[in-house]
């Protein structure tokens, strides 16, 4: 289909919403809402993916779309003949397979595209904050989000992308509890960060992830595709793509030495 709409999206509910464009690019609009205390809606083309609570166009679509905006007003209509030629997506996350040779060979791809000694957003932070939420041991996974929530520049912060990838990496493997607890302590304290942030760190609290995430969290069954997303992501933004691979891998790394199993040792 030519539109496609996240489910949990509130333009679904039925009403009219006025938005103004905060940002134009040429495969992402972000538009504000005046009522300020309501998520921003993110209106995408191409492979950036359906966003949480957003809209995506084909590319035809999205050029007529974005050639008709005025000045700084958006206005999206009810339209219940519309709505039913749009396609929902649902982007609550689910179980993914891993295999331990894909999953080894992007950790080390990783380590190529970006140093150990990157600061706050390295693997081994990431380990530590799925660790501690497997561990339930509150204090110090307290402590982790508050070095991560809020990090980095930009409009998702490197410390938040790493927090949304461990809490996908957690539930992709059936840590469904531990992934929540993580998003849950990061949306108490979200206002220390973006309002972008706010949004992904909020749908990851209810099991949503964007597409992309999505995607990155299917890429680790088969060597081909784990080399094919590791480079894929280093176009994702300034750092988002090499933040989410990071917090995901950490995450994948202690949900398999939880498993048993031997790929966590040999990382």
Known sequence: MNVRIDTASPLLSGFDADYEVVHSGNST?????????????????????LMPGGIHYSREVFDQWRSRIYGTRVTFRSDSRALDLIERVNLRLGMARIDEDSLLLAVHLLSR?????????????????????????GDALAASI??????????????????????????????????????????DIAHRTTRASRL???????????????????????????AKIMKSIQGWGASSGLDLATGMLGGLLIASERAGSSIARSA
Do not use: W
Request: proline share 3%; net charge negative; charged share 25%.
């Open 146 to 187: 508050r070095t991560l929530v809020g990090s980095g520049e930009g409009s998702t912060p490197a410390g938040d992308d790493l927090l949304v990838g461990v809490c996908a990496a957690l539930r992709s493997r059936g840590y469904l509890s531990e992934a929540t607890l993580i998003a849950s302590m990061a949306c």
């Open 113 to 137: 595209s970006r140093p150990r000694e990157i600061g706050i957003t390295s693997v081994d932070s990431a380990k530590a904050a799925a660790y501690q939420a497997c561990d339930r041991d």
């Open 200 to 226: 992904y760190l909020r749908a990851a609290e209810a099991g949503r992830f964007a597409e992309r995430v999505h995607v990155l969290a299917s890429s680790f069954s088969h060597q081909a595709d784990a």
């Open 29 to 49: 609009v972000v538009l504000r809402p005046y009522e300020m205390h309501e998520d921003d809606l993110i209106v995408t083309t191409g492979e950036v993916g």
